[in-house]
């Protein structure tokens, strides 16, 4: 069966509802999704959380669901606030579970829009272009628990890409629930202590993921995740 073709405004309405809505975060939400914020309501918040515990878990996923979906700032501040709220454990399982469906969300209205026709239009190439598209695509796995593993890899970033190359949704949404697992739970456990970082009047150290005894676990998962990529170059090289 033929799908029906879209027009080229329905292409463009997905990310441009998404760019609007981003522009429109930054510009209006910036200064409220913060860690001052969080310190601020920091009672109001404990207070809610163990008055209408559930609740505040459902709220908590939806509103950190819409920030990534959105691609809207305080992305980080939200991965604290699960830690703060709701300890490392099971903070963590609700960071990444947000994360990942919000992930998803733009990922599915990034490729409906135009991830599709420019996948389509990659494949149909010649050249560098089809390359580039043909090694992607012999390396997805590796290449896409890859850029969720690297922190320096911004996380909207590795929400379209994926969609502008034609990666399956459900080997998006694989690699990005595990993939993200090691980052949030770095997050977490920080936002878990900030009881403490609020009693003395500091601001959380949100570099600790670079120390090297949390970096290079995580560099080594991310060498682990281009073994296949550097097997598959070692051997075509061999000519095995």
Not at 75 to 90: C, D, K, M, Q, S
Not at 108 to 134: P, Q
Not at 224 to 238: C, E, F, S, T
């Amino acid at each position: 069966m033929i799908s029906p073709r879209k027009s080229p405004v329905n292409r463009i309405v997905p990310i441009a509802v998404i760019a609007v809505v981003a522009a429109a975060g930054w510009w209006l939400l910036g200064d409220y999704l913060s860690f001052d914020t969080l310190r601020d309501n920091r009672d109001a918040l404990i207070g809610v959380r163990d008055a209408h515990y559930v609740l505040t878990v459902v709220v908590f996923i939806a509103v950190y669901v819409g920030i990534v979906a959105f691609s809207l700032p305080g992305a980080t501040i939200a991965t604290l606030t699960g830690g703060f709220l709701f300890a490392t454990f099971p903070g963590a399982v609700f960071n990444v579970v947000a994360a990942t469906i919000g992930a998803t969300l733009i990922f599915t209205a990034a490729r409906w829009g135009l991830g599709e026709r420019l996948a389509a239009r990659m494949e149909a190439s010649e050249g560098l272009v089809k390359r580039i598209k043909a090694g992607i695509d012999a390396n997805q796995w590796s290449m896409l628990f890859l850029i969720r593993l690297v922190p320096a890899v911004p996380f909207f970033v590795a929400n379209l890409v994926p969609a502008l190359v034609g990666v399956p949704l459900y080997r998006f949404v694989i690699t990005t629930f595990l993939g993200i697992i090691p980052g949030a739970i770095v997050y977490t456990s920080v936002g878990a202590g900030l009881g403490e970082v609020f009693a003395r009047g500091e601001t959380p150290d949100l570099g600790i993921i670079f120390e090297p005894h949390i970096l290079l676990p995580i560099l080594g998962l991310s060498l682990l995740a281009l073994l296949p990529v550097i097997l598959k170059a070692v051997r075509g090289k061999k000519g095995i």
